[in-house]
């Protein structure tokens, strides 16, 4: 083992760590992993760089842009509409699965799942179901339907070019459409069946006028006629009487934790836990108010029309990682934030001092004028409000045609994805179906500095025989057993790894290994970069393992333990149908690919 092999396994353990643990954003990582690789000089400077000029990172980029266009049009109105008038829970079901079979395989299923989130939760209202019951099966069917095509995740793109640098001839626009409709079938069939019976039930007492989404932490301030001064939180009984718990005390610069014997004074804040509906009511009955200084923009607005809303911090958002007090100066809409949910965690900071993550979920009370703007703002997702209106006319015949030709042209080898996406986006944008300035919100740039950061790591792991060396004392010790099992180990390897860190970073990781594999199996490469592939890009297990999981966690009120009990079975089935169709359609013949 040389020093470069031990560098670059240093390099790739630490990226490991460091995206399974979330210390640092992935983008930021994906940074470091960079000028760590140009620093040791195990890639030249231009391979370091060549992963922003990749046709991957800028069809992903484009892609994104068109995926907004649809939005912004009007293309997918109605959506909404269609589901309300299901029958019934199964009837719901099965026509959101049809319309992502439909929608998926073409846009970015993170974006799919922010349009549906909104659309799917009000939609469950009118049916008559808890959201609960279909928002898991909104995330996984968009990645079961993502991988039926090269476009519909990221992850397919990033395989491609990795393979395409290595040698491999890389994959057309619907090779990956066979295994992909066979697993999606098995996928729906289960969530329809087994899937739907193992998925909670979260409803209870309305949050708003259509759902309620969970408990909530706000500061609540002991105002001078308040019937709680003067005797303890043990005595008032306020778990018994509200259902609403005192998690800390603040009085000026001290803290309390759980002040069940303090007696409480005028000024004092409570730092408190419940449901909005008993919170408010606490509120009015024992003379408190709501701790006013997490009001974003203008102050003055008191007297206007305003919504009780609910929002969820996007995958993409600026937000994340800035606390209230530091997002107020950005923050570009009037409203007060009420309070914070972030599911499987009590949070025990001051609201002021929550650093904020994606899946977080903030109660604003918002001027209902503000409402139109902050639906369009792409840090944010609006949960509590119905659809809405979406502009009509020829902009969204328009986009879809533009969103077909950009498949179809791509598919009949007449020109490359990144080409036909990027003119697309260019073509949606020179029609009106979104605003220049949009076409930069538009993009996950995350995303893209996570895949141009991370692709100089694959060249590394190939070019110094660092993915050779471990494939010869990992999975090169089952090798005697044939390439079938091979393929077997390879693919569960894929599996666990993606279900604790970046889908991106498993396959920039992964896809060398899996070239190095076939080249010590003497066969073809393919079929180890589909397992890499499917792998990947299917991540069921764990709300952390795609972002699709993490965005529902939240709004559907979901334990961890929802998408252990849910989604191991649906991996297990993947895993399986991989091993017995990936060599069917992509037989292990021959030399080495």
């Known amino acids: 083992m040389t020093i470069e092999i031990v560098t670059v396994l240093f390099i790739a353990l630490t990226a490991i760590v460091l995206f399974a643990t979330e210390k640092l954003r992935m983008d930021t990582v994906a940074l470091l992993v960079l000028g760590s690789l140009a620093l040791t000089g195990l890639v030249a400077p231009g391979q370091a760089l060549g992963g922003f000029s990749n046709p991957a990172t800028v069809t992903v980029a484009a892609m994104f842009v068109l995926a907004a266009g649809l939005q912004n049009s009007g293309a997918l109105s109605g959506i909404g509409s269609l589901l309300g008038r299901a029958g019934s829970p199964l009837q719901f079901l099965i026509i959101l699965f049809a319309v992502l079979a439909v929608i998926a395989p073409f846009v970015n299923n993170t974006a799919v799942v922010a349009v549906f989130m909104p659309i799917v939760m009000a939609a469950t209202a009118s049916v008559g179901m808890s959201a609960s019951k279909a928002l898991i099966p909104l995330s996984y069917v968009s990645q079961m339907a993502g991988v039926c095509t090269l476009v519909g995740t990221s992850t397919n793109l990033l395989v491609n070019a990795m393979a395409r640098d290595m040698g491999h001839p890389g994959f057309g626009m619907f090779e990956f459409s066979s295994l992909g409709l066979i697993c999606m079938?098995?996928?729906?069939?289960?969530?329809?069946?087994?899937?739907?019976?193992?998925?909670?039930?979260?409803?209870?007492?309305?949050?708003?006028?259509?759902?309620?989404?969970?408990?909530?932490?706000?500061?609540?301030?002991?105002?001078?006629?308040?019937?709680?001064?003067?005797?303890?939180?043990?005595?008032?009984?306020?778990?018994?009487?509200?259902?609403?718990?005192?998690?800390?005390?603040?009085?000026?610069?001290?803290?309390?934790?759980?002040?069940?014997?303090?007696?409480?004074?005028?000024?004092?804040?409570?730092?408190?836990?419940?449901?909005?509906?008993?919170?408010?009511?606490?509120?009015?009955?024992?003379?408190?108010?709501?701790?006013?200084?997490?009001?974003?923009g203008r102050q003055d607005f008191a007297a206007v029309a305003q919504v009780l809303t609910e929002v969820m911090v996007a995958p993409r958002s600026r937000a994340i990682g800035s606390t209230l007090a530091t997002l107020a100066p950005?923050?570009?809409?009037?409203?007060?934030?009420?309070?914070?949910?972030?599911?499987?965690?009590?949070?025990?900071?001051?609201?002021?001092?929550?650093?904020?993550?994606?899946?977080?979920?903030?109660?604003?009370?918002?001027?209902?004028?503000?409402?139109?703007?902050?639906?369009?703002?792409?840090?944010?997702?609006?949960?509590?409000?119905?659809?809405?209106?979406?502009?009509?006319?020829?902009?969204?015949?328009?986009?879809?045609?533009?969103?077909?030709l950009v498949i179809g042209v791509s598919a009949l080898g007449w020109?490359?994805?990144?080409?036909?996406?990027?003119?697309?986006?260019?073509?949606?944008?020179?029609?009106?179906?979104?605003?220049?300035?949009?076409?930069?919100?538009?993009?996950?740039?995350?995303?893209?500095?996570?895949?141009?950061?991370?692709?100089?790591?694959?060249?590394?792991?190939?070019?110094?025989?660092?993915?050779?060396?471990?494939?010869?004392?990992?999975?090169?010790?089952?090798?005697?057993?044939?390439?079938?099992?091979?393929?077997?180990?390879?693919?569960?390897?894929?599996?666990?790894?993606?279900?604790?860190?970046?889908?991106?970073?498993?396959?920039?990781?992964?896809?060398?290994?899996?070239?190095?594999?076939?080249?010590?199996?003497?066969?073809?490469?393919?079929?180890?970069?589909?397992?890499?592939?499917?792998a990947a890009s299917t991540s069921f297990a764990t709300p952390v393992g795609y972002q699709t999981n993490t965005m529902v966690y939240g709004a559907g009120g979901y334990r961890f333990s929802d998408f252990v009990k849910v989604g191991l079975p649906l991996n297990l089935i993947f895993w399986v149908l991989g091993v017995i169709f990936i060599p069917v359609f992509w037989p292990f013949h021959g030399a080495a690919g």
């Open 185 to 296: 079938a098995a996928g729906c069939f289960y969530l329809l069946t087994l899937g739907r019976w193992l998925l909670p039930d979260t409803r209870g007492a309305e949050l708003v006028e259509h759902y309620q989404l969970g408990k909530y932490i706000t500061e609540l301030r002991v105002m001078p006629d308040s019937s709680l001064i003067g005797i303890s939180v043990g005595e008032a009984k306020l778990g018994e009487g509200f259902g609403v718990f005192v998690l800390e005390l603040l009085r000026g610069d001290e803290k309390v934790w759980s002040p069940r014997a303090q007696t409480l004074q005028e000024g004092d804040v409570l730092l408190a836990r419940g449901d909005w509906s008993q919170l408010d009511e606490l509120r009015k009955k024992a003379g408190l108010e709501v701790n006013s200084q997490f009001k974003l």
């Open 415 to 534: 020109a490359p994805i990144a080409v036909t996406s990027l003119m697309g986006a260019v073509a949606m944008t020179l029609a009106g179906c979104l605003d220049a300035d949009d076409v930069y919100d538009a993009v996950d740039w995350r995303i893209i500095i996570l895949m141009a950061g991370l692709l100089p790591l694959g060249v590394a792991m190939s070019e110094t025989g660092a993915a050779a060396f471990l494939v010869e004392n990992t999975i090169g010790l089952v090798r005697d057993s044939g390439p079938l099992m091979v393929l077997a180990v390879l693919y569960l390897m894929a599996l666990l790894l993606t279900e604790f860190m970046s889908n991106a970073a498993a396959a920039v990781l992964l896809t060398p290994i899996g070239m190095s594999t076939a080249r010590m199996m003497d066969v073809d490469a393919t079929p180890f970069l589909i397992a890499v592939t499917f």
């Open 330 to 404: 950005r923050w570009q809409h009037d409203a007060t934030v009420l309070g914070i949910h972030r599911r499987g965690q009590v949070l025990r900071d001051k609201l002021s001092e929550v650093r904020l993550r994606v899946g977080d979920i903030l109660l604003m009370l918002t001027p209902e004028a503000e409402m139109p703007a902050l639906r369009k703002d792409k840090n944010v997702i609006v949960l509590s409000e119905r659809e809405a209106q979406q502009p009509g006319g020829w902009r969204a015949p328009f986009a879809l045609a533009v969103m077909a």
